[in-house]
């Protein structure tokens, strides 16, 4: 045998039933031991629950107490599922079914049809988007691509609800559902798909369930066959069933109950897509004599990371609340949660990326690292200052930034309207600048300057389009003179670069793509009110699921733990943003926090982004506000911090200097392999030009050039600065 061979990947399989107990801690030991019967595990976060149902099933395989073709275990991804069959090999359990819920329904349905119906199932719909926007387009409704993929969104949400086209308005109004269009004529469309459907013969994904469970309904013959195949069920994340997979269930079931759930009430936030931890919370009424057991051991997260989540959880309402479980870490201590309060988002990404590249110089493998936000339109300030410092990194979940349909078209609209240019373009006839030039182009595809209300594609759009702007902005103030075609050029550019390889690379992620992942380390970003609880979470168990959401974050982290939060947009805007409420008395300095003693001492403060603990507030003042080295006005603009010098004030760029710089970036960039703003930014660039350092003290100085960059780019920069060819002075590049 080879060393592989006893590596923890391919661990021999236990030679006996007691041996597959080995090794699991006495609530897992419950778990694996009680096999008949209702069971409900009610599983905290890392804490092993994937270990402990497999090995129930082995153990009852291997004892002979189950049969593996009658087990049918059930979750809600192939991931997940793949994961539990390669488990139960692992263990000499290999017959056992594990699929999830669809997988499970379209194979019975499959077997089932020439029976039950007769002849072949119908095709399963590809792109159900298509059929809905035919659909609307027969109700002479106009949708465009956002509100198409909501209105889809809506769709899917009444069939897993059990709610037909004809209820659709009542019961999103009841369920406090965010409509992206009138209900009646989201109401009249889903009617219609419906109607589309069945003229051709075809069924949808959700129509999977429906129709098993309609014909487990309908035909007591086949139920009885399913019933007599499967003997014992296992359910993992069951406060994510559905109305209709519990239905489903109930079905495969009839009037036994060998049936085993496994949830965490406290980790419910798919709410959204018809999920509801009902059924795990009333598990114990329909169930009286159910087998109860608690899994608290936490073997993930530090003791630091558990007392924060733990905290976190300690404030929660609501019903869900009622049956929190409290973790007990089993790691050792690790270092305290970094907190941070910045000055702007921008501050905020940069100290964020600066901390990863820390970690990454310590030892921290790039993917044991991960950023997580609300939203996926807040990546894009995260990609920028990771590729500033040349992390690597991979969006979860989520486009590229440059890879969104909405910017994508919205580059190529630019770029039409930089060939046509101001005068032939009517849409730029009264824009007098580039960020008005943007502006205008982008308002024919639904920016506004105030974001839309609610949530879904409809805000995504506009938060994308609005970073577009945004950048624009920032581009013109750092480049004066700047072209419409300059900045079409800056962003095919930046957008070439995403398609640069990235094995080993920092992961970027909504903290819902989040579930179900862990990492060495985790940065909670972006975590002020009206992001972190969205500002459109209005009731009560609203709010208590993003709280919940939150939960989730945080206990993806094993070891270091950062939590940081800005209190205005862009440099120099109002400070009125608030720390989320999730964190009164979690974080330092927070009243709750002081008067309720709930921190541990020594909580590192600055460690995500640059900010101070209460105690050093106390007594250090603020830096200084940033002034133009001309006029010595106060600077407030970044770009013009970036150049510390008013934008009207006149420039002493070297402009020779300045194109040398660039010729020399284009060729690092080339020989290094990576986009040229990985080197040094535009900005950074011409800040140089301007300063004409002459020593590497004077060089720091510069924003944009840190102490790799330095040691890396140092000596070529101050060679051209001299107006000495740096291969020269570096051979050996």
Request: glycine letters at 10%; a neutral charge; hydrophobic letters at 40%.
């Amino acid at each position: 045998m080879t060393a592989a061979t006893h590596s923890s990947l391919f661990p021999p399989v236990p030679d006996s039933p007691d041996a597959v107990l080995a090794g699991l801690d006495p609530e897992q030991r419950a778990v694996a031991t009680a096999l008949s019967g209702p069971v409900c595990v009610l599983a905290g976060a890392g804490t092993g629950k994937t270990r402990a149902i497999t090995h129930r099933i082995a153990y009852g395989v291997r004892s002979g107490v189950l049969q593996p073709s009658s087990v049918l275990a059930v979750t809600f991804t192939n991931r997940a599922a793949g994961e539990m069959r390669g488990r139960l090999r692992q263990l000499g359990a290999g017959g056992v079914q594990a699929r999830t819920f669809h997988s499970a329904a379209l194979r019975q349905l499959q077997y089932f049809w020439p029976k039950a119906v007769g002849g072949e199932v119908p095709r399963l719909v590809e792109r159900k988007v298509q059929l809905v926007a035919e659909a609307a387009a027969r109700c002479r409704v106009r949708l465009d691509r956002n509100e198409l993929r909501d209105v889809t969104g809506e769709i899917e949400w009444s069939k897993v609800t059990q709610t037909v086209p004809e209820d659709y308005a009542p019961a999103a109004a009841k369920a406090g559902r965010e409509a992206p269009r009138d209900p009646a004529e989201i109401g009249r469309i889903y009617a219609m798909y419906e109607q589309l459907k069945r003229d051709r013969g075809v069924i949808d994904f959700e129509d999977v369930l429906l129709l098993t469970v309609g014909v487990l309904q309908d035909r007591h013959d086949i139920a009885e066959t399913v019933r007599r195949q499967y003997q014992h069920f296992v359910v993992d994340e069951y406060q994510d069933v559905s109305p209709l997979q519990q239905r489903l269930l109930e079905l495969w079931l009839g009037d036994r109950d060998n049936l085993c759930v496994v949830g965490d009430a406290s980790q419910t936030i798919y709410s959204f897509t018809g999920a509801t931890p009902d059924h795990l919370l009333n598990f114990r009424t329909r169930h009286p004599r159910a087998t109860v057991v608690k899994l608290v051991r936490d073997y993930r997260s530090t003791p630091q990371v558990v007392h924060l989540a733990n905290g976190l959880l300690s404030q929660a309402r609501g019903r869900a609340a009622e049956h929190r479980l409290e973790l007990i870490s089993q790691r050792d201590p690790g270092p305290e949660p970094g907190w941070a309060e910045c000055a702007d988002e921008p501050a905020e990404a940069e100290g964020t990326a600066r901390r990863v590249r820390d970690l990454i110089d310590s030892g921290v493998p790039a993917s044991e690292i991960a950023i997580l936000y609300r939203i996926n339109a807040q990546s894009e300030v995260y990609e920028q200052a990771l590729a500033d410092l040349g992390v690597p990194y991979q969006l979860r979940g989520a486009e590229r930034f440059f890879e969104r349909p909405e910017v994508r078209e919205a580059g190529l609209l630019l770029r039409g309207a930089a060939r046509a240019g101001g005068h032939t373009d009517p849409q730029l006839a009264d824009a007098d600048d580039v960020p008005s030039q943007v502006r205008a182009v982008l308002g024919t595809r639904g920016w506004k300057p105030e974001p839309p209300v609610g949530s879904g594609a409809v805000r995504d759009r506009w938060e994308s389009l609005a970073a577009l702007v945004r950048l624009a902005e920032d581009f013109v103030r750092a480049r004066p003179g700047a072209t419409l075609a300059d900045l079409v050029a800056e962003l095919d550019e930046r957008a070439s670069a995403q398609h640069a390889p990235t094995v080993e690379g920092v992961t970027l992620a909504s903290l819902h793509a989040a579930k179900g992942l862990e990492w060495d380390a985790v940065f909670l970003v972006g975590l002020t009110e009206g992001m972190m609880p969205i500002t459109y979470a209005k009731t009560d168990e609203q709010i208590e699921e993003e709280r919940r959401l939150l939960y989730v974050g945080v206990t993806r982290a094993r070891s270091h733990l950062f939590l940081s939060w800005s209190l205005s947009r862009a440099p120099g805007g109002r400070a009125v943003r608030r720390p989320s409420r999730f964190l009164n008395g979690l974080r330092p300095g927070s009243a709750a926090a002081r008067a309720a003693g709930g921190l541990r001492s020594g909580t590192a403060v600055a460690g995500a982004a640059g900010g101070v603990s209460g105690a050093e507030r106390g007594v250090r003042k603020r830096r200084g506000p940033a002034r133009c080295r001309v006029c010595g006005r106060t600077l407030t603009d970044a770009g013009e911090i970036k150049l510390m010098r008013c934008e009207d004030c006149p420039s002493d760029l070297d402009e020779a200097l300045y194109e040398r710089l660039r010729d020399w970036r284009a060729g690092q960039a080339e020989r290094l392999g990576q986009p040229a703003y990985c080197v040094f930014t535009d900005k950074t660039l011409l800040a140089i030009a301007e300063a004409v350092p002459g020593t590497e003290p004077e060089l720091s100085c510069i924003s944009g050039v840190g102490g790799r960059k330095l040691a890396a780019f140092g000596a070529d920069v101050l060679a051209l600065c001299a107006g000495e060819d740096p291969s020269e002075e570096s051979p050996e590049k």
